[in-house]
């Protein structure tokens, strides 16, 4: 019993959805700040339309891959899956180590995507939903 209430404390307590503000914090903590030229506003209007900060969500692509944690990061490329499928895993970790609440290795990871020649244009949802607008808004009232 005592098990099972642990398990359940570890599951809820890595389940973790940021709030827009302190993201942006936590981001700016872990030098995202500018890296590679990007900027905040940037990393935050992509994490809001990959997850909507969600540090637990999958989604699974047609081709089979699937994307992981707040900037679903993509698991042919980035990471190795726990059924063995191939993968380059540039960032030489476990998938899962994406989705805990401690979002050390996902923002480690997100550095070396945006360091490849695509930079920042490896977010699909970047492009479509961020790339020439205002962002402005991603970051107001955050203190950053
Ligand atoms: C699989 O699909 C995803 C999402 O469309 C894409 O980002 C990725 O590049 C594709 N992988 C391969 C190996 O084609
Ligand atoms: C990959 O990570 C493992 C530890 O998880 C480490 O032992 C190994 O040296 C790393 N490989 C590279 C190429 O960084």
């Avoid at 994406?98 to 945006?114: E, F, G, N, P, S």
């Amino acid at each position: 019993m005592r098990g099972l209430v642990f398990l359940l404390l570890l599951a809820v307590s890595s389940a973790k959805v940021f709030e827009r503000c302190e993201w942006a914090r936590v981001l700016k903590s872990h030098g995202m700040d500018g890296y590679q030229g990007v900027s905040l506003a940037d990393w935050v209007c992509l994490s809001q339309w990959e997850s909507s900060y969600n540090t637990r969500a999958t989604n699974t692509n047609s081709n089979g891959s699937t994307d992981y944690g707040i900037f679903q990061i993509n698991s042919y490329y980035w990471c190795q899956k726990s059924d063995g499928s191939f993968s380059h895993n540039a960032c030489n970790i476990s998938c899962n180590q994406l989705l805990t609440d401690d979002v050390t290795a996902a923002i480690t990871c997100a550095k070396r995507v945006v360091r490849d020649p695509n930079g920042i244009r490896a977010w699909m949802a970047w492009i479509s939903r961020c790339e020439n607008r205002d962002l402005s808004s991603y970051v107001a009232g955050c203190g950053v």
